[in-house]
């Protein structure tokens, strides 16, 4: 673990799989914007801490957290790593996913398991982890980064789509169950967004995506960075168990 020194008025961001791709761009604009950013990260600490350090020569604080959000007491090692580093989490970004696509016929019990266990489980492990102090403290953001497949389904997908669909669920489930504590708890659903994710499907495949794309192109992180950062706003307080599409218009 790496922490800089803040001081007890520098609200915390937590933001899982925050060190590539999506949870990269996340996570820079947080720092950007004053937060400490609590860098959870999985299994590969150089890359993760590197990212760090370059989020700290730009002036913002941050810190690196391992852990599998699959397992429930990584989840809590982690928040109890950070609560006692920083003393508070004001924004949770349940953003860590994995796919492991197959169609359902050819999918194991396994393959189905582990897709859930992080994308959908994890967001709820993370979650609880995290909202016994939110409620003390009256105030918290839960940001749930779910899919645009989540709301349309995908072929050779239907691990990923249900704990994506089972996302909203949990949002808005847990929105009115903190509606009077000050939390609020969101969804965003990115559609097709510029990553490694993206960088594995074969070229004809993504033009037939873009010709779906109403803006004929895919997004960025800083798109997804930008409907995090407004539901982050202490000022976004009257927004909570919705879903925001950041997608190009791809679903409306
Ligand atoms: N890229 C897209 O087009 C796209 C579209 C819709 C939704 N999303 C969602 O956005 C989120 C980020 O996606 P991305 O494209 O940046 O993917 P990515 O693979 O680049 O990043 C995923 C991050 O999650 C972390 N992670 C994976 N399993 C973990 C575990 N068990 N414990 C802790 N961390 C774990 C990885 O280390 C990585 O940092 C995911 O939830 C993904 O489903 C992505």
């Known amino acids: 673990m790496n922490a800089d020194k803040t001081d007890s008025a520098t609200p915390v961001a937590l933001v899982t799989g925050g060190a590539r791709g999506i949870g990269a761009h996340i996570s820079r604009a947080l720092a950007r914007s004053g ?12 890359p993760a801490q590197a990212f760090a350090d370059s989020l700290k020569e730009e002036g913002g604080f941050a810190s690196i957290h391992q852990g599998n959000i699959g397992e429930p007491g990584d989840c809590e090692r982690v928040v109890h790593e950070v609560m006692s580093s920083h003393g508070r989490i004001d924004v949770l970004v349940n953003n860590a996913g994995i796919t492991v696509d197959k169609t359902v016929r ?8 582990a897709v859930v266990r992080v994308n959908l489980s994890g967001a709820f492990h993370m979650s609880k982890a995290v909202l016994d102090q939110m409620v003390e403290r009256g105030f918290g953001r839960i ?22 669909s089972g996302l909203f669920g949990f949002t808005k489930s847990l929105a009115l169950e903190v509606a009077l504590k000050g939390v609020t708890v969101n969804c965003v659903a990115p559609g097709a967004i ?3 994710m993206l960088e594995a499907i074969p070229g004809e495949a993504l033009d037939r995506m873009l010709e779906k794309i109403p803006m004929r192109r895919f997004g960025t992180g800083q ?3 930008r409907a995090v950062m407004f539901l982050a706003d202490p000022e976004a307080s ?3 168990g919705q879903v925001i599409s950041v997608n190009g218009g791809w679903e409306m």
Not at 39 to 46: A, E, H, N
Not at 106 to 113: A, G, V
Not at 144 to 159: D, E, M, P, R, V
Request: proline share 2%; aromatic share 12%.
């Open 35 to 46: 937060y400490h950013v609590a860098i959870g990260y999985s299994s590969r600490p150089q």
């Open 106 to 113: 050819r999918m194991s019990t396994e393959d189905w398991r």
């Open 143 to 164: 940001i749930n980064i779910s899919s645009l497949i989540g709301q349309t389904g995908g072929f050779g997908q239907a691990n990923y789509a249900a704990s994506k």
């Open 194 to 196: 510029e990553t490694e």
């Open 223 to 225: 798109d997804i960075a």
């Open 238 to 240: 009257y927004i909570t």
